[in-house]
């Protein structure tokens, strides 16, 4: 079969992986071929998805000028919600019904940008009630029932990858607890990757961001092998299959990016070789989650990001408290890897090399402690909150956290072990406070 010793094939098992990915066009000036992007889609009329903050500054200021300059009808949304909700998302859907109809969409801005653009095309093309698109056992899992309207994607932090994935992330506010929408179909036309915007991010974004793709190419690599879950029939097979040899490929290099660059990037905004190495990352997280999954870590972040209290991190927005994505992912990551540690020794030291940590001298059973050293390292010299307890909880608030990330089981489900509640409470717990 051509596939690594991590394969093994076994009567019952899922024996095929699909390879999905959306054609890029990257490097510095690439925002500058938007115009043509568009025209070569055949788009006659977009709406522009943006935040008030970005868009006051360059990347979308040039978007604007190029569009009027090839006379490009568009329609400007500007109140896409940092780290959005429910609420947001409809009201996004709400602009594309009112304002269009649209034969496009384009989105410059982060995750978050990204991710609205994607639910405001999906519910202004297939209206229906909001929780029928949401991912089980949070909403209905309803599939998309067709093909959306082209979306590009025009990402202005090096993180989140969504411009390469076919996941929208939200924040449930009935419920406090963040979830999403996922399919094929959400996943953008193309994305365009401009590795200049990073250059104004602030310091705490750069971080933040960058570990998320951190814990991207991290999760996806140690996921559970794709040759771990019954046999799909075709058609059928999840959105997060599992590891598998393509993905691994994105995994590898980003790890060893991000090792290279993310301390780098953050302590020194005019070291473009490092911000950009970072932009490089992101994008090939992202293509590597998007064929594999995340797991624990992100499990785990829902509902460190759902049911946040006060805290209001710098860099952000201020007004109302917000735990960014990136944060809420890395507050559990040491925690997850020292429980993963054990389903798959090779995987978790390898992982810890790639991101610096010395494993010379490193036993099979230290995997999990020596990888989740090497990130604490990094979150403590790039100033990352030290566990859940630097973003507003403790240990009165680990039932609820855990209640939150068990209704993640799209997540926890491609863990390389089982994951239980207690688990979950288990994790957290070692979450608390890291040093």
């Not at 992007?37 to 709406?47: F, K, M, Q």
């Amino acid at each position: 079969m051509g596939c690594c010793h991590h394969y093994q094939f076994v009567e019952g098992s899922e024996s095929i992986f699909t390879v999905d990915f959306n054609p890029i066009k990257y490097g510095p000036g690439a925002l500058e071929e938007l115009p043509f992007e568009i025209g070569t889609l055949g788009l006659s009329r977009i709406a522009l998805f943006t935040d008030s903050i970005v868009r006051k500054l360059e990347p979308v200021e040039n978007a604007i000028r190029l569009l009027r300059a090839d006379h490009i009808d568009f329609e400007i949304y500007d109140e896409v919600s940092v780290e959005p909700t429910d609420q947001s998302f409809l009201a996004a859907a709400q602009f594309a019904m009112e304002e269009g109809p649209f034969d496009g969409f384009v989105s410059i801005g982060g995750g978050s940008v990204i991710d609205t653009c994607k639910a405001a095309n999906l519910y202004s093309t297939y209206p229906a009630e909001f929780l029928e698109y949401v991912n089980a056992p949070v909403g209905e899992g309803t599939p998309i029932p067709g093909e959306l309207k082209p979306h590009i994607a025009c990402p202005t932090t090096s993180g989140t990858g969504s411009e390469c994935t076919g996941i929208a992330v939200f924040d449930l506010l009935s419920k406090q607890v963040k979830t999403g929408i996922a399919s094929a179909r959400l996943k953008p036309a193309r994305a365009v990757i401009d590795p200049l915007v990073t250059a104004s991010l602030p310091a705490n974004v750069v971080a933040a961001s960058g570990f998320d793709v951190l814990c991207h190419a991290l999760e996806s690599y140690t996921a559970k092998p794709y040759t771990k879950r019954p046999r799909s029939d075709t058609g059928v097979r999840p959105l997060s299959q599992g590891a598998n040899p393509y993905s691994d490929m994105g995994c590898r290099e980003a790890l060893r990016l991000t090792g290279e660059y993310l301390v780098r990037a953050v302590r020194d905004e005019q070291d473009d070789e490092a911000r950009h190495g970072m932009m490089l990352a992101a994008t090939l997280a992202g293509i590597a989650f998007g064929n594999s999954g995340v797991h624990i870590p992100h499990g785990m972040s829902y509902s460190v990001a759902g049911l946040v209290k006060d805290y209001c991190p710098n860099g952000y927005p201020s007004g109302h408290p917000l735990v960014p994505h990136g944060i809420s992912v890395i507050v559990n990551a040491p925690a997850a890897f020292r429980f993963t540690g054990s389903a798959n020794h090779k995987r978790h030291l390898e992982a810890g090399q790639l991101l610096g940590a010395d494993i010379d001298d490193a036993s099979p059973v230290e995997a999990g402690e020596v990888l989740s050293e090497q990130l604490e390292n990094m979150m403590r010299v790039t100033d990352m909150p030290n566990g859940i307890s630097e973003v507003g909880y403790d240990d009165t608030d680990i039932p609820d956290l855990a209640d939150g990330a068990f209704m993640q089981q799209r997540l926890l489900g491609n863990a390389p072990c089982d994951v239980t509640l207690e688990n979950l409470e288990q994790m957290y717990s070692e979450a608390i406070r890291y040093w």
